[in-house]
């Protein structure tokens, strides 16, 4: 039976990492470290926080594992008959207690800088719509909505699908790099939540309420994110697409774009 | 100790296969049958929805089924699994087991107990009936948060009708069980002797009358918004949408509890029997599970930390989270040093035992990282959550009722199951598992966000490889069911003992277990 | 035997009430939540004016808030609505008035429902509405354009990290029940 059992977990192992190792290499497996400092320091600390998960289940297992090892009748050990310990259980119990606050005090940290608002340089709107989200750049006067450009014939399988499949749209949100962009976020109808992987920023769109985000983009580039919160039939084609560019060419992008009359317009949109 | 009823209550064991016993029985053991193959015919059903699910993902695009109709499988795969699986299969094995264990002759409230069980089929009858309605089934997800789920069709008040149907049964279950385990003890059966599995119920119980109705009020403000003018979560009329998610995590938080605390109690039960050690810290292992019910009432708000909260709010419900972490260590470490110096066998029960505890700690660590609140919002609303919690309920609680049924299957039957198809069983369970949960981690670290039914192209691999072991797990379970059905026909008697080292009252009994556990009351050592 | 039996019935009927309670306990939170959100400032349940201290009273000159303004429509909703002014420069303590217009230009009345949002959230419980056309449903009749006055405050206790206020204002739709609640206070009347 033993034999059976080793060579059924042999082959599980060696199935896993047939799969795991050639056929599926290339696709991201862990979360963009981003382009902003925000969103290093979250990419940071979950770094730290799986390695240490990793430390615990290693030092953990490798106990059980070994006791499964030595431990068996079929070895001939008669059972210890030990069942408590005070000393040994207020330790494990102290230490993690100890780790969890070293853990927590990065995070707080982390935390009260995304809380903070001020001195930013420009603020957008953000308004999400079953299915799509409307942008409005308050100072500049700019405003338009951005829904998906992936065509129905490759959502149906009739057409090759393009290498930014569902995440593409018509109107990228153009943003200054280097910039505190502050995001006031609401919604139309459902909540829904406004998601951008390599910017760290991830907050509800709630109807009939504002929440603030920001974030402040190191370097030029394209990119992409989805609605988060399901929002019903389409929720997984509104996606968000994030055009950082250099301060000069986004003046340019304002001055082709901006509309003379004012920005609340687009109050009426929902028609 | 004969196989005659005894007691108060007038009721026999008539032939298996007439319809009356089964409408009619206020047996503990028959109710428990009845709770456990429940489960398991809406295992199968919720499992078929999870196939859809995993069907439409297996590559990009559009394939097999509408948008709409995707929502509405992820919405019932959800409360099939939770309200209608895990819920009543712990229920039936709080039947079954409770009385057996405490020595007690049934169940306080026999008649009570017979109609919480047959509520449940009407429940969910009428909940899969939604799916042939205008409109369809409920497709605003499981957590029913409006203003989406207020855009429901006709299948709105249906559904929450049967999640209060649902919620009346687990309500009356758990008040039988608090009142069996406060009443019905035998002389000298103190509440600190009473096997973990006892002591987990019990507090599972208490958590499920504290819980429920408070969910049954938050889905009747949903009904009173919709259709009578209220403006619970109307921001028009000064309510807020947000409030509802505070009411439901309320609930929900808890009730993740209520589906794996009984699952501490089966381990529990199972690792002391085969490392042949009594279980260690059997008092901090009591301790814990308290503090784990405690934490979960001040935690709820860990599921919105996006929504929008004043910074004092978010810390708050990280700190506390992280707490949680403690208990459950202390758990774990408690097992792992049952089996130090023991003297180990690898029965089935086993097996699953020691899958459960890799694998719910893997789902634990994922649980960690999800409670630092910045991480959280990159984490949240991905795969990486759905990977956490499956890893927590499929080989966290159903592995734990998978283990239970192997470990009392021969008490309750009187013959031994297969230990071949067992071991089979849980190699395939275990790898198919890992096969369809690991690569959810990825996916979600990597972007996907959760309840899509289409993706971008770089989630393709993994999604691949998902469906193919969510189809090798759900194929697997059919081996169960033969394993199941062979040994209640055949197979080599059992002993009363059954396990060479099992402790407790159960084992006393002989096996098949007679109709009435304990007409009178067994000595206490 | 008995007395067994009836300990159980007690005891199971005390846990039924228990349930019936915490169902209770689930309606109760909802005037608890407004209670917590006033007390951490998430959300500020104000229906009505708010009666100002004379301590309040007290203009900080030397300090400088902006205060931003704007507007959304909810699904459906069709005005028109611009604050006349899009940013203020305010000093706390000091009670200032502006605008919104609001026109609607469909061919039916209409009767509307501004509901007030705040950000940050801190800045919340700080920011006093002495007068505002947020505390009554507004009717605008076809065609028309009104002028809706807002006179508000920032209170001198607004941290003193808070250097930008966004005051927004969500208008939903509710001529539908309106018009119900009109036709039922008429039949009301008539009784």
């Known amino acids: 039976m033993f034999a059976i059992k080793r060579l059924n977990a042999w082959l599980g192992l060696a199935f896993i990492s047939v799969v795991s190792g050639s056929a599926f290499a290339g696709q991201p497996i862990n979360m963009p470290p981003g382009v902003t400092d925000i969103s290093l320091e979250v990419y940071n600390m979950h770094m730290i926080a799986f390695w240490l998960c990793v430390v615990i289940a290693v030092v953990v297992f490798s106990a059980m594992f070994y006791s499964i090892f030595a431990h068996r009748k079929s070895r001939g050990v008669t059972p210890a008959t030990f069942h408590e310990s005070t000393t040994i259980e207020a330790i494990w119990t102290i230490i993690p207690f100890v780790v969890l606050i070293a853990l927590s005090i990065p995070a707080t940290k982390t935390l009260i800088d995304m809380y903070d608002t001020s001195d930013y340089d420009l603020t957008v709107k953000i308004t999400g719509y079953q299915w799509l989200w409307h942008y409005e750049y308050v100072e500049d006067g700019v405003d338009f909505h951005s829904k998906l450009q992936t065509s129905l014939s490759q959502i149906n399988n009739d057409e090759e699908k393009g290498e930014n499949y569902l995440l593409e749209v018509d109107n990228e949100l153009v943003i200054p790099v280097g910039k505190k962009v502050r995001f006031l976020i609401t919604s139309n109808d459902v909540i829904h939540a406004w998601w951008v992987p390599d910017l760290a920023v991830k907050k509800d769109a709630v109807p009939g309420f504002i929440n603030e985000a920001w974030t402040r983009v190191n370097e030029p580039g394209i990119y992409r994110g989805q609605c988060a919160e399901l929002c019903g039939r389409h929720h997984g084609f509104m996606p968000v697409v994030v055009r950082a560019v250099p301060e000069a060419e986004y003046q340019q992008w304002v001055a082709a774009n901006a509309k003379p009359e004012s920005a609340t317009e687009y109050a009426a949109i929902s028609e | ?525 | 035997m008995s007395d067994k039996t009836s300990k159980t019935t007690r005891g199971a009927a005390k846990l039924a009430l228990a349930a019936v309670f915490m169902f209770s306990f689930g309606y109760l939170l909802v005037p608890l939540y407004d209670v917590f959100c006033d007390l951490t400032g998430l959300r500020f349940t104000d229906e009505e004016a708010v009666a100002l201290s004379p301590q309040e009273l007290e203009e900080d000159t030397s300090r400088v808030v902006t205060i931003q303004f704007d507007v959304s429509m909810n699904q459906g909703m069709s005005w028109r609505v611009k604050p006349e002014m899009q940013v203020m420069e305010v000093h706390p303590g000091r009670v200032y008035t502006t605008f919104y217009s609001a026109s609607n230009r469909t061919a039916e009345e209409m009767v509307g429902q501004a509901v007030p949002s705040v950000a940050p959230i801190a800045a919340n419980k700080y920011l006093v509405k002495t007068e505002c056309f947020c505390f009554d449903n507004q009717m605008i009749a076809a065609g028309e354009t009104v002028n809706m006055p807002l006179s508000f405050m920032l209170s001198p206790g607004l941290p003193p990290n808070v250097n930008l206020v966004t005051l927004s204002y969500t208008f939903f739709d509710i001529t539908k029940n309106a018009s119900a609640e009109k036709q039922l206070d008429g039949v009301l009347a008539y009784k």
Request: proline share 7%; aromatic share 16%.
């Open chain 2, 1 to 525: 100790m004969s196989t005659v009823a005894a007691g108060d209550h007038h009721d026999h064991p008539e032939s298996p296969y007439s319809i009356k016993r089964w409408l009619f029985t206020t047996n503990h053991k028959d109710i428990g049958t009845l709770y456990l193959w429940f489960a398991f015919i809406m295992f199968l059903i919720g499992g078929v929805m999870a196939l859809v699910i995993r069907t439409e993902l297996f590559q990009p695009g559009l394939q097999f089924v509408d948008p709409q109709f995707f929502n509405s499988m992820t919405t019932m795969h959800a409360i099939m699994m939770i309200f209608g699986v895990v819920m009543p299969a712990f229920t039936g094995l709080a039947n079954w087991l409770i009385p057996m264990m405490i020595g007690a002759p049934d169940m306080a409230l026999p008649r009570m107990n017979n109609w919480s069980f047959w509520i449940l089929p009407f429940a969910f009858a009428m909940m899969l009936s939604t799916l042939f309605m205008d409109g369809g089934g409920p497709a605003g997800g499981w957590t029913l948060y409006p203003p989406l789920t207020l855009q429901t069709g006709d299948a709105l008040p249906f559904v929450i009708l049967s999640m209060h149907f649902m919620g009346l049964s687990s309500i009356m279950g758990a008040i039988n069980v608090v009142a069996t385990v406060l009443n019905m003890r035998a002389p000298g059966m103190t509440l600190m002797k009473m096997p973990l599995f006892v002591w987990t119920w019990l507090i599972t119980a208490y958590l499920l009358i504290a819980v429920m109705p408070v969910l049954a009020g938050g889905i009747t403000m949903l009904l009173t918004d919709k259709y009578f003018g209220t403006s619970f979560f109307n921001a028009a009329g000064g309510g807020d949408p947000v409030m509802f998610q505070h009411i439901f995590w309320f609930f929900g938080h808890p009730e993740v509890y209520i589906l794996i605390l009984p699952s501490f109690g089966v381990v529990s039960s199972i690792i002391p029997t085969f490392a042949r050690k009594p279980l260690f810290g059997y008092a901090s292992m009591v301790y814990a599970t308290g503090a784990i019910a405690f934490l979960s009432f001040i935690v709820w708000a860990h599921h919105m930390f996006t929504v929008g909260m004043p910074l004092a709010g978010e810390l708050f419900f990280m700190f506390a989270t992280m707490l949680i972490a403690v208990p459950t260590g202390v758990k774990v470490f408690n097992w792992i040093a049952t089996m130090w110096r023991g003297s180990m066998t690898f029965e089935t029960p086993m097996l699953f035992a020691l899958g459960f505890i890799v694998m719910f700690s893997i789902g634990g660590f994922s649980g960690l990282m999800l409670a630092l609140a910045p991480v959280d919002f990159q984490y949240h609303d991905t795969y990486f959550v759905v990977a956490h919690f499956h890893y927590v309920l499929v080989p966290g609680s159903i592995f734990a009722i998978i283990a239970a049924v192997y470990y009392w299957l021969p008490k309750w039957c009187g013959n031994m199951y297969s230990e071949g198809l067992g071991k089979t069983h849980f190699w395939l369970s275990t790898i198919f598992v890992n096969l369809t949960f690991f690569p959810m981690h990825f996916v979600g670290l990597a972007g996907m966000p959760r309840r899509i039914p289409d993706y971008a192209l770089q989630f393709s691999d993994y999604n691949m490889m998902a469906t193919i072991g969510a189809f090798g797990f759900g194929l697997s379970q059919l081996l169960f069911l033969v394993l199941v059905i062979k040994a209640i026909r055949s197979g080599k008697k059992a002993t009363s003992q059954v396990w060479e080292d099992a402790e407790g009252l159960e084992w006393t009994l002989p096996s098949p277990a007679p109709y009435h556990s304990f007409s009178t009351p067994p000595a206490i050592k």
